[in-house]
């Protein structure tokens, strides 16, 4: 007989714990019966809907809901009970309650089935989700927040993973690009890339992995894209590194910097033109005080003496006079025309076309054929590149400082001249606009030299350091200098007295349409 007075104990002990458990627990427990009476309810679940238990305890559940599950909880359990279709008996599911105060809030509701020996009854546990919904509502607006300024940006946003492959691009970056956003996502980064950052890309990505040496992240720089049509542009870039869960994203900010670097491209050869011009203008000024005043001077001593008489009655004295006369003016006829052909260089002559530097250089030898012949000129040309350029102004570049290297040869020596071109970038990854890219042009010779401290005098208009020795007027020079700043360039020289000078001419490939 003791046995069972023992596990009537033990069962009196396992309620107490049970309902201490249910009691102290955080989430509601409520049960009801197949009628939807409330037959227990828990101070977490009172707390939750506002009611000290006693309320609710033998109402019917639905006062607990708002409309439509306030009328129609009653079917809902019905429905039940006869097809045996359960909704959230077994399953869980958010729903809607009421509190005693009217308000709805969203909770978290899993319902059990407890088969008594005499009866159904049904065990629902509330778990309330008002702040996590607060939570999740102001991170979703957030979220748009984020997402509307990165759909309406002017500037291109992109974000890729640590492989390059493209997980995000807004609608501003594809547009700069010429794809559709579609045409990107999955795609690999360098796709926007021309050579070499296309082929070395991945490097880049990898070396900074290892070694941590940022080259744009969190710097910012200027570089060049390739769009979807094949034609590049210039944009400068700056990334950002996200520490995701478990993994890094980089976000590259886009800003399209086409016009702002065809503006300095012109600012600069406005500005190279307004100096070169500035100093011709004092060139002019001496010039004409001087050189040309001077044979002005003679024709009008001698042109008056000559009026006294008649040319047939002249002395020997008189014919000298004549000669001397006709001497000045000439010289001062030959100054005005290289003056009037220096001038004729000018920032407003034919339009650039696609221009072969190897064909202008093959026609300026052909011309100088005879002189080469007469010294025994020995040209060495390597393969000259294609540009944009006027071919008249091209041909007269070349034709001045070869015959040059001809005209100050050495007397003892056969001129041997080399001409070769060397391509370069003014900024490394910059390609898209005129001027980023230059060729250099070398012309070197064997001939008499000159002391590189007259290096900035030999570009001027009518400077010769070799005074009467040479025939010219000094303007040669003078004109490859104008023709190579109207090209986007520029002319310099190095040379050593007795062992030769070499040329080198900058040339722009491409210029902004004029």
Do not use: W
């Not at 201490?20 to 939750?48: C, F, H, L, S």
């Not at 500037?155 to 609608?171: C, S």
Request: charged residues 25%; glycine residues 8%.
């Amino acid at each position: 007989m003791e046995e069972p007075l023992h596990t009537h104990q033990d069962q009196i002990d396992s309620r107490t714990r049970l309902k201490a458990i249910i009691d102290t627990a955080i989430d509601g427990i409520i049960t009801i019966d197949t009628r939807g009476i409330v037959e227990t309810m828990n101070p977490a679940a009172g707390n939750i809907f506002g009611y000290a238990p006693e309320e609710v305890i033998g109402q019917n559940i639905s006062m607990l809901m708002p409309e439509p599950d306030h009328s129609n909880h009653d079917k809902y359990i019905q429905n039940y009970l006869e097809t045996g279709y359960a909704q959230i008996i077994g399953k869980g599911r958010e729903v809607l309650g009421k509190k005693k105060d009217g308000s709805v809030f969203p909770f978290l509701l899993s319902i059990s089935e407890v088969r008594l020996p005499d009866r159904l009854i049904f065990t629902g546990i509330v778990h309330d989700i008002s702040e996590l919904k607060k939570a999740e509502n102001a991170l979703r607006e957030s979220e748009n927040k984020i997402n509307s300024i990165i759909q309406g940006a002017v500037d291109g946003i992109i974000t890729i993973n640590q492989r390059g492959i493209i997980e995000m691009v807004n609608p501003a970056a594809a547009k700069q690009f010429g794809y559709s956003a579609d045409e990107l996502l999955g795609q690999s980064i360098n796709l926007l890339m021309p050579e070499p950052d296309k082929s070395l890309h991945d490097g880049y990505m990898h070396d900074y992995e290892v070694t941590g040496k940022r080259r744009i992240i969190g710097i910012g720089r200027e570089v060049t894209g390739l769009r979807k049509d094949g034609t590049i542009f210039p944009f400068y870039l700056s990334i950002s590194e996200v520490e995701l869960s478990g993994r890094k994203v980089y976000t590259g900010f886009v800003h399209d910097i086409t016009v702002q670097k065809l503006n300095e491209e012109r600012l600069r050869r406005y500005a190279a033109e307004l100096e070169r011009s500035n100093r011709e203008l004092q060139d002019f000024a001496y010039v004409s005080s001087h050189d040309l005043q001077e044979p002005l001077r003679k024709i009008q001593a001698f042109g008056d003496r000559l009026m006294t008489k008649e040319y047939d009655n002249l002395s020997e004295q008189g014919k000298d006079y004549v000669n001397r006369m006709l001497n000045a003016a000439s010289r001062m006829q030959n100054l005005i025309n290289d003056l009037l052909g220096f001038s004729r260089v000018t920032a407003k002559s034919k339009a650039f076309v696609m221009v072969s530097l190897d064909d202008i250089l093959s026609e300026v030898i052909s011309d100088l054929e005879v002189s080469i012949e007469h010294t025994g000129a020995e040209i060495i040309r390597s393969p000259l590149p294609n540009i944009e350029a006027e071919p008249t102004q091209m041909r007269q570049l070349f034709q001045n400082l070869i015959s040059n290297a001809i005209k100050f040869r050495k007397a003892e020596e056969s001129p041997i001249i080399n001409v070769y071109a060397k391509s370069l970038q003014r900024k490394a990854h910059l390609t898209a606009t005129p001027g980023d890219e230059v060729v250099e042009i070398y012309v070197e010779d064997n001939g008499i030299g000159f002391d590189e401290k007259y290096l900035d005098r030999i570009f001027n208009i009518f400077q010769r350091l070799e005074g009467q020795k040479y025939e010219g007027s000094g303007i040669g020079l003078a004109v490859c200098r104008k023709i190579a700043i109207r090209h986007g360039g520029d002319i310099t020289a190095s040379s050593q007295p007795g062992v030769g000078t070499r040329f080198i001419i900058t040339l722009a490939r491409k210029h902004p349409e004029e």
